[in-house]
């Protein structure tokens, strides 16, 4: 069955320090893998995408992921966090047909001064 | 600029009450979905929609229903609320094909009483 794992529920990180957001799938074809943001009491906000081809992916804000087939892993990265990156951050791997997203359960990242 | 609309951010409505969630996107879109978003649970599809009149069941439909008169309405209904309903419904729709960035709605939180 599709599923999407984020082992970590809740993140601490201080300000100015590396992240990276763990997110493992399971998905019977060529995945298609975002990572959304969704900050207090709003909705979600793409941050990047993999479809194909390279397999180190750019985003907004700083964001960057790594997709590694050999692991079923789309780990989000970014090398300096700030305050505003606090939120909570989910995985999702893309079905067909029709475009429906399978959800991780999140990462809530809680960012420190 | 892309654009989903919830018409409701926050409703409180009593148990057994008939519930409508509104949303509705001025992109052209003819993918559109209803997850509900719990604590600990992340995103689960309830419902899907790509085209007019049609709609598909997600991974927890019981309970809810669907309308789809017009390509860029898609309501969901509640037709007897439930306190277990009490969450966080979010709207999305996507054009085809697959693979297009996933555009979400800000949120409804609905409590029911």
């Known amino acids: 069955a599709q599923s999407v794992t984020q082992p970590d529920i809740h993140i601490t990180v201080s300000e100015g320090a590396s992240l990276e957001l763990r997110c493992n799938y399971s998905y019977g074809a060529t995945p298609y893998l975002f990572w959304y943001v969704q900050s207090p009491g709003q909705g979600l906000q793409l941050l990047l995408k993999?479809?194909?081809?390279?397999?180190l992916v750019q985003g907004i804000k700083g964001f960057e992921a790594e997709f590694k087939r050999s692991q079923s892993s789309f780990n989000l990265r970014k090398p300096s966090v700030h305050w505003s990156d606090a939120a909570e951050y989910f995985c999702?791997?893309?079905?067909?047909?029709?475009?429906?997203?399978?959800f991780g359960t999140g990462t809530r990242l809680q960012v420190f001064p | 600029d892309v654009k989903v609309t919830q018409s409701s951010r926050y409703l409180v409505k009593r148990t057994g009450e008939k519930v409508f969630l509104e949303c509705v996107q001025d992109m052209d879109h003819e993918n559109m979905f209803w997850y509900r978003q719990d604590p600990g649970l992340g995103l689960r599809l309830i419902y899907f929609?790509?085209?007019?009149?049609?709609?598909e069941k997600g991974d927890i439909p019981e309970g809810y229903s669907v309308s789809r008169e017009k390509k860029e309405r898609f309501s969901l209904i509640l037709e007897s609320a439930s306190t277990n309903q009490t969450s966080m419904y979010l709207c999305a729709s996507t054009e085809v094909p697959s693979g297009n960035t996933i555009y979400f709605g800000e949120g409804s939180w609905l409590t029911v009483v």
């Open positions: 993999y479809f194909s081809g390279d397999t």
């Open positions: 929609s790509y085209d007019v009149k049609m709609k």
């Open positions: 999702a791997v893309g079905a067909h047909p029709p475009d429906k997203l399978i």
